[in-house]
C-alpha cells in the first residue's frame, strides 16, 4: 500500500474492489487548489506553533506552489493508486519537499476536517458565480419589460383567462423569485463562512494550533465552535443544494411559460434563432429547448438535493464515510446551473414578443367580469350581490357567443337596471388595467414604480 495515507497497522493492502469502491480522485480533484491553500495556511499555524521552524516553512511553502503549478499546467495529476485529492497530494508534496519535510505536514489535521474546509471554500466561489448569472437572468427579464412597459396581455389562473395584466408585471413575477434566490445565496455564505480546519478527525488538535488563523488565511469569517459539528455537518452543502434546487425550480416555470407562449395556438412569442433547434426530419421545426432542457434540470437538481439528504439521514455522529457522497450532488448542481443560467438569460434576452396579438387576447375570455362587480362596488352594491350581477352579464354574453363590451345596452339593464352605460368605462383592458393602481398592481404607473423598486433591491446585490 505504498503512498497510502494510512497502513502502519495493516499487513495487507486492500483488495482491489475495495480500492476502487474508495476512490474519489474522479471527482474530489476539482478540490486541489483548495486542498493546496489549506496545506499552506495549515504550514502557517504549525511555524507559529514551533512545529516548523522559519526555514522549514519557506521551504514547505515553495514545495506547495511548484506543486500547484504543477497540479494547474497539468504536469502533476493523480495516480492511478491515489485514494483521494488529499493522498494524491500528499504524495506529490513529499516529491518536491522529501519525505523528512513533507511527511511533517500532516501533524495536527486529518481529511475530516479538511474535506469539510474545501467543500465549503468550493461552494463559497460558486455561489457567487450562480448568483451572476441569475443576476443576468433578472436583468434579461428587466430590460423585457423595460422593452414592453404597457403591453397587456392575458393573466391566467388555472392557465384560464382570468384579468388583463401587463406583460411587463408578468415578467417581472419572474425576477422577484430569482431575487430572492440570489438573497439566499447571500445569507447562505454567512454560514459558510465558517472553517471546520483544525476540527481534525473529530476532536480537535492537541498541537495548540489556532483554527481561526487558518480561518482567515482561506478567506472565512471564524472557525467552528464544535470540532464534531464541523467535521459531521453537512446542513451547509445540503442548503447550497436546496438553493440551487429552488433557482432551478423558478427557471423551469419560466421556461414552461415561454414554452406554452410560444406554440401555434398562443403564438406570444417568437425564439431567436440562435436559442431554439430543429428537427432532423421535419423541417418546418422551430423548438424551445434551452427552455425543455431547463425544465429537464430542474428535475436532476431536485435529485441532487434529495440524493444528499437521503445520504444525511440518520447518519450518526461524527465523519462517516458516507460523508464522501456529499460532493457529487453539489459538484453536480453547481455545475447545471452554470451551464443553464446563460442560455435561459440568453433565450429570455433575445424572446420576441407579439404584443399586439397579446393585446388582443388581453380582455377576451370575460377577463373583465371582476372589473364590472367592482364598478359596481364602486357605486354602492354590495360585492356578492355585485358578483351576481357580472356572472349575470357572462351568462347573456356567453349564450349569445359575444363578448361583455359587445352586450347593447338593453341587455346590460336586462341583467339589472344598475347596469348602466357608464360601466363601459372599465369594459376595456386598458379600463381595468388603470384602476389597479395601489402598490402591486398591474396599472402602468403601479408596475412603473414596481420597477424602480426591484431595481433598488437588486443594486446592493
Ligand atoms: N475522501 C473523503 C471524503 O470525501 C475524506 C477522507 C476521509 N476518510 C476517512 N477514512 N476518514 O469524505
Redesign the pocket.
Known sequence: NEGAL?GGRFSGGPADALAALSK?THF?WRLARYDIAGSRAHARVLATAGLLSDDELARMIDALDRLEADVVSGAYSPAESD????GSLERGLIERAGTELGGRLRAGR???D???TLGRMFLRDHARIIARGVLETVAALVEQAERHPNAPMPGRTHLQHAQPVLLSHHLLAHAWPLLRDVERLMDWDRRAAVSPYGSG?LAGSSLGLDPNAVASDLGFDSAVWNSIDGTAARDVFAEFAWVCAMIGVDLSRVSEEVIFWATKEVGFVTLDDAYSTGSSIMPQKKNPDVAELARGKAGRLIGDLTGLLATLKALPLA?N?D??E??EPVFDAADTLELLLPAVSGMIATLLFNTERMAELAPQGFALATDIAEWLVREGVPFREAHEISGGAVRVAEARGVELWDLTDEEMRGVDSRLTPEVRSVLSTEGSLSTRNAQGGTAPEAVASQLQALKACREPL
Do not use: G
Open positions: 494510512w474519489s474530489d485514494e483521494d485529492v488529499h486529518s481529511r475530516n479538511q474535506i469539510a478527525a465523519y464515510r460523508l464522501q456529499d460532493k
